[in-house]
């Protein structure tokens, strides 16, 4: 799905993709803690098929201490903010990068009840 910048602030942003009536939201922060947060809504047919809900939530946090790892791997520079490079490259592959780095990573997800 192609992304595009939904909306942004200095203290999160908003990436959006949608194909056919699929659509993907996602954010990601930095939280109070100085955690990073990346949370996601999908919703649509393929939701539908899968979970049998039409939205689908989930959201991963990465604790700071692992901030500079994060960094890093995605090669951020360092004068640069993570969560301004996240919403420059539109890097919506920092999921996958991090788990095959075996980042540690917290999950949680729900579905709706329709």
């Keep these: 799905m192609p992304l595009s910048i939904v909306h942004e602030s ?6 959006g993709a949608t ?3 699929d659509r993907r939201c996602t954010t990601v922060a930095i939280d109070p803690a100085g955690n990073l947060v990346i949370r ?5 047919s393929t939701v539908r098929r899968f ?3 039409s939205t689908y939530e ?4 990465i604790d700071r201490a692992q901030l500079p790892l994060v ?3 995605l090669t951020v520079p360092g004068d640069v903010e993570l ?5 420059e490259t539109l890097a919506a592959d920092v999921i996958d990068l991090l788990k095959s780095a075996e980042v540690p990573m917290r999950f949680s997800n729900w579905t709706s009840f329709d």
């Design 10 to 15: 200095t203290k999160e942003v908003h990436v």
């Design 19 to 21: 194909e056919g009536d």
């Design 40 to 44: 996601g809504e999908d919703t649509g």
């Design 51 to 53: 979970f049998g809900s």
């Design 58 to 61: 989930w959201c991963y946090t």
């Design 71 to 73: 960094r890093e791997l």
């Design 83 to 87: 969560s301004t490079f996240i919403r």
